[in-house]
């Protein structure tokens, strides 16, 4: 059976992440099947996901994404600074991301897509560093005007409560060489 383009760019962005990054740095992300649908890592003080979705016929689209805060309030003033700060982003985007349990609270998340067929590993080591960079450069400050957490404090917080975070990842946010 042919594997789907899907499938086949998702092969080939794993081996281009275990290959920058290495195997100890990144974690393999699986639906409630236990099917894998992602990789991440940790970028500073934030987290990065990687996702590879079918795009069109016979396509695919890598998504990169970096959460911001977490457990953020939806107010009028974080959306007006997400509307005027996206047109001064060069690749990517901020989002919000509303909790479906908790209408009125999200997380604040940077987004960018690159084209699935011909990714080069230069074109994924530098999404993937700027998602991060763009998350954790900008973090502290959402948090202190708008309110939330920054993934560091998400994850204390979990760890704290006895919940363990990801599994075989410690809570060290420096950045590996």
Same mark, same amino acid.
Request: charged share 25%.
């Given at each position: 059976?042919?594997?789907?383009?899907?499938?086949?760019?998702?092969?080939?962005?794993?081996?281009l992440m275990?290959?920058?990054? &290495?195997?100890? $740095?990144? #974690?393999?992300?699986? =639906?409630?099947? @236990?099917?894998?649908?992602?990789?991440?890592?940790?970028?500073?003080?934030t987290d990065?996901?990687?996702?590879?979705?079918?795009?069109?016929?016979?396509?695919?689209?890598?998504?990169?994404?970096?959460?911001?805060?977490?457990?953020?309030?939806?107010?009028?003033?974080?959306?007006?600074?997400?509307?005027?700060?996206?047109?001064?982003?060069?690749?990517?985007?901020?989002?919000?991301?509303?909790?479906?349990?908790?209408? &009125?609270?999200? $997380?604040? #998340?940077?987004?960018? =897509?690159?084209? @699935?067929?011909?990714?080069?590993k230069?074109?994924?080591?530098?999404?993937?560093?700027?998602?991060?960079?763009?998350?954790?450069?900008?973090?502290?400050?959402?948090?202190?005007?708008?309110?939330?957490?920054?993934?560091?404090?998400?994850l204390?917080?979990?760890?704290?409560?006895?919940?363990?975070?990801?599994?075989?990842?410690?809570?060290?946010?420096?950045?590996?060489?």
């Amino acid at each position: 059976m042919e594997m789907s383009m899907r499938d086949q760019t998702y092969d080939h962005v794993k081996q281009l992440m275990l290959t920058l990054y &290495g195997e100890k $740095n990144i #974690s393999i992300l699986k =639906d409630v099947d @236990g099917n894998e649908n992602g990789m991440g890592m940790y970028r500073g003080s934030t987290d990065v996901q990687i996702h590879v979705y079918p795009y069109k016929q016979d396509l695919s689209v890598i998504t990169i994404s970096a959460v911001l805060t977490y457990q953020t309030e939806a107010t009028a003033e974080l959306f007006e600074w997400i509307s005027i700060t996206n047109p001064k982003i060069m690749f990517g985007s901020l989002g919000f991301i509303e909790y479906n349990e908790k209408p &009125g609270w999200g $997380n604040v #998340s940077f987004y960018c =897509d690159l084209y @699935g067929r011909t990714i080069t590993k230069e074109e994924l080591c530098n999404a993937v560093d700027n998602a991060g960079y763009m998350a954790d450069k900008n973090d502290d400050f959402v948090v202190q005007k708008f309110g939330g957490l920054t993934t560091e404090q998400s994850l204390e917080s979990q760890h704290d409560k006895g919940n363990q975070v990801i599994e075989g990842k410690g809570l060290d946010f420096s950045d590996f060489e």
